[in-house]
């Protein structure tokens, strides 16, 4: 992406946190957003469905972005279609991140909508927003679909010992972290970002229904 598509892109991200706070944006192309979900995803949408994408960055990285703050992230995605309303599909997201300069794990979440950037000739992506004001994410794939990009402004997060809203603080683009290239990874990568015990053996579910068709 370029520079201008970043930013065409953070204003569908901004549109969608300051006005969406839980409505997709409109005039989403439903080919369009079907293609981006199988490239995310790599399989049919099932009851759940997950995706996982995990970057540790290693020393050279992060001596050549030495304000780099984020040493790795994973990021989960979720697209579940609701028993009641079987023609919608809800998408959310779990980030979990680690500091260079700060120990523990760190984690967010919030809901998701398919988002058009414009300067990039209307593809679609995922906005994600925390809570309505504790900032988000911006989800594209790349080319060739083996990882995921994630570009932010600002994300709320929180000590995964500690979720409370003592413990919270935003983790801010910065100079070296306004984009990060996430690897697509094993679901049991990103297994710890869930609290939950239904989604967990949801996600537990899937995986070994993928190792058992390798």
Not at 152 to 170: A, I, S, T
Request: net charge negative; aromatic share 6%; glycine share 8%.
């Amino acid at each position: 992406m370029n520079r201008t598509s970043l930013f065409a892109f953070a204003l569908a991200l901004a549109a969608f946190a300051g006005i969406g706070c839980g409505h997709a944006q409109e005039g989403i192309d439903k080919a369009k957003a079907h293609d981006f979900d199988a490239r995310l995803f790599a399989r049919p949408h099932d009851q759940k469905t997950y995706a996982c994408f995990v970057r540790r960055y290693g020393s050279s990285h992060l001596a050549q972005h030495p304000q780099q703050k984020v040493s790795a992230m994973k990021l989960l995605v979720t697209a579940e279609i609701p028993p009641e309303e079987p023609t919608t599909i809800n998408y959310s997201f779990h980030l979990g991140v680690t500091y260079r300069q700060k120990s523990g794990h760190f984690d967010s979440g919030g809901s998701c909508h398919h988002v058009v950037a414009e300067e990039k000739g209307g593809e679609i992506h995922l906005g994600c927003g925390v809570d309505c004001d504790g900032g988000g994410i911006a989800v594209a794939m790349s080319t060739d679909d083996k990882s995921a990009i994630v570009e932010l402004e600002r994300v709320r997060v929180w000590d995964r010992k500690k979720p409370d809203e003592d413990n919270m603080h935003d983790l801010e683009a910065g100079a070296d972290d306004k984009m990060f290239r996430v690897d697509r990874a094993d679901l049991n990568e990103c297994a710890e970002l869930v609290t939950d015990r239904k989604e967990l053996a949801a996600l537990r579910k899937q995986r070994l229904a993928e190792l058992r068709r390798e």
